[in-house]
């Protein structure tokens, strides 16, 4: 079992920047495979980005390709999704997730964060 706790949204003008960061508890991040999500009012929940364990392989929604980068950081235990250029069609809540198997952007992960709000204006 793992806890999962993002941080770092906010609000930002179009053409901004911001790093959310995910902090994993107890096993290491990167035994597991982990994304992240985003869901905007009234909308279902959106795979964003995601790591693979096995492969190291990232996966990225075509809307953000070019734009975001997922990445973990071992040492600290952390996954982190830089967002560059973001426009306000970005604006949801964002989660991370991790599980055991690989869903890539698909909406499975056992464990999730409580997400973190990202307003794009």
């Known amino acids: 079992h793992v806890q999962l706790v993002e941080s770092g949204g906010g609000s930002v003008q179009a053409g901004g920047s911001l790093r959310l960061s995910c902090a994993a508890s107890?096993?290491?991040?990167?035994?597991?495979?982990t994304g992240w999500f985003r869901q905007a009012p009234g909308k279902e929940r959106e795979g964003v980005a995601s790591?693979?364990?096995?492969?190291?392989?990232?996966a990225y929604v075509d809307s953000v390709k070019g734009r975001f980068t997922i990445s973990q950081d071992k040492a600290k235990n952390m996954l982190y999704l830089q967002m560059n250029s973001l426009e306000p069609e970005d604006t949801a809540v964002y989660y991370c997730a991790a599980d055991q198997f690989a869903f890539g952007l698909s909406p499975q992960y056992n464990y999730w964060g409580q997400g973190t709000q990202v307003t794009v204006s």
């Open positions: 107890a096993h290491s991040i990167i035994t597991y495979c």
């Open positions: 790591i693979d364990r096995n492969t190291g392989g990232t």
